[in-house]
């Protein structure tokens, strides 16, 4: 291999699958044994009706297809593929054509192509063009709706932290993160699992690529096998598309598998297959498919009696808990509650636009004392509800008094649970947002966080003028 051809050779990262349509069976076989040299998963076929059956039966990275054919032309292909497929679900598209004209290359490009060549080419620039098509596939909006999460960075990796219990979680997600190895993370809800999920991601060789989540308890039984798989058009009744699944759209990231003890022992079996074999099949496809994706999964639920308890497979259990990562609960470690009331504080006064210098020396001891059995989710809801509470420049006891479930096994002062009735502090809330606006209810809707339509339920629900 040249100089030129090794320096274009594309990494794992950037290898994808690539359908080639051309009707001239030399240049085809060419064309399709160079991108295969370039470690590319090539299907090339001689005719339109050949290429019309791979793109129902499977999803692919690239389309490269030559515009005159004689059963139809790659307008024509183009233009079907666009109007049956999503633009999240499309492959990106490249013409070849011995007959460019400037119509041709605008309405090839109206269509959807990324790009065209006009032949005669050189085989590298062909490799150069599906190289960066395949990058450009990688960075869509809808495969890297999580890598745009990552616009806040904290003290650790996103994580707010300073007990030696976190300190060691984070310092053995430092660890893990330089492997592919895939992680269990434990916790109880709220104690920012995917956060965790997301700092070994951020520190991975994997971290260009996308981190996807799903979780697998907020997705129907029913649904989830396609979700996290794919399918094919015509597999089900309303699949009326190819659709790639999550695992598809993690080739070469990371996948994050939340909930996973929520799993049906079916798709249980089918994911062992993916963590033994690296492949799956997406329904109704005959195709294998390969993916090369680290796996990150997470429960707050007790695996181990799950296996004894016969729902969960015992397999499975082992290969996804080869790295565990317990993350404590908060009230486990009360000594980074000041530090997270801090950040919080911080994050909502600045998204609200409320000049909230401090906070009280008693609602922090409130804040301290309290068990928080929602973890730290629970903590960031109550903070940025007393910041919209809150009617000075500070946030005092009576701010955030009420604002707590009532859940006497975890908490230490009996005055929090002297208000709390959930509907006058939903009043309240409004009642000040209204007042902090001046009755405008775009204004206090946007104070409160939430939609106008939502407030107008709540000023309906509670008969509020």
Known sequence: ?????????????????????????????????????????????????????????????????????????????????????PEGDRPQILMMTAHATVESAIEAMKLGAADYLQKPFEIDELLVHVRHAIEQQRIRPGYR????????????????????????????????????????????????????????????????????????????????????????????TGATANKKGKFALADGGSIFLDEIGTMSQGLQAKLLRVLQERE??????????????RVI?????????????????????????VIPIEIPPLRARPEDIPLLVEHFVQKHRQRIGKRIERVDPDALAALTGYGWPGNVRELENTLERAVVLSSGSSIAVADIIGLAPARAEHSALPSLRLHQNIEWVERETIRRALDASRGIKKDAAELMGISQRALSYYLAKYKID
């Open 1 to 85: 291999m040249d100089a030129t051809r090794e320096a274009i050779r594309p990494t794992t990262a950037t290898r994808g699958s690539i359908l080639l349509v051309d009707d001239e069976e030399k240049i085809l076989r060419a064309l399709a044994r160079a991108l295969r040299d370039e470690g590319h998963d090539v299907v090339s076929v001689a005719s339109a009706r050949a290429a019309r059956q791979h793109l129902a039966e499977r999803s692919f990275d690239v389309f490269v297809v030559d515009n005159v054919m004689p059963e139809a032309s790659g307008l024509e292909l183009i233009r079907e593929l666009v109007l049956s497929t």
């Open 145 to 236: 709706y999580l890598i745009s999460e990552r616009d806040e960075e904290f003290n650790h990796y996103g994580v707010v932290a300073r007990s030696k219990v976190m300190i060691e979680v984070l310092r053995r997600v430092e660890r893990v993160a330089e492997t592919k190895s895939t992680v269990l993370i434990t916790g109880e809800t709220g104690t920012g699992k995917e956060l965790v999920a997301r700092a070994i991601h951020d520190r991975s060789a994997q971290r260009t690529m996308p981190l996807i989540k799903v979780n697998c308890a907020a997705i129907p039984e029913t649904l989830l096998e396609s979700e996290l798989f794919g399918h094919v058009r015509g597999a089900f």
């Open 297 to 321: 999964a997470a429960t707050n639920r007790d695996l181990r009696q799950m296996v004894a308890d016969d729902r969960f497979q015992e397999d499975l259990f082992y290969r996804l808990n």
């Open 280 to 293: 799956f099949e997406p329904l109704g496809a005959e195709r294998t498919e390969k993916v090369d994706v």
